[in-house]
């Protein structure tokens, strides 16, 4: 069900992969894969925001999930 007020892309992956990604007043809302139909919705981003050392996250902070924070 399309999303009220969304603008649509698709992007490709790094792998090749292709999303298609609804953003909403400029930040991405949802996002679908087109090859399995697997769909991450707004409330699985904020899980992921808000989950302590993921790979997602330290992505977003710009670091390694690796990395501990002494040493950043």
Do not use: C, W
């Amino acid at each position: 069900m399309p999303l009220p007020g969304a603008r649509y892309r698709v992007k490709t992956t790094a792998s090749g992969k292709k999303i298609r990604l609804a953003f909403v007043d400029g930040a991405v809302r949802e996002a679908k894969s087109l090859a399995t139909g697997q769909v991450h919705t707004p409330a699985e981003f904020a899980r992921d925001r808000k989950r302590k050392g993921s790979r997602l996250k330290a992505a977003m902070l710009g670091g390694s999930s690796h990395t501990s924070n002494a040493m950043r």
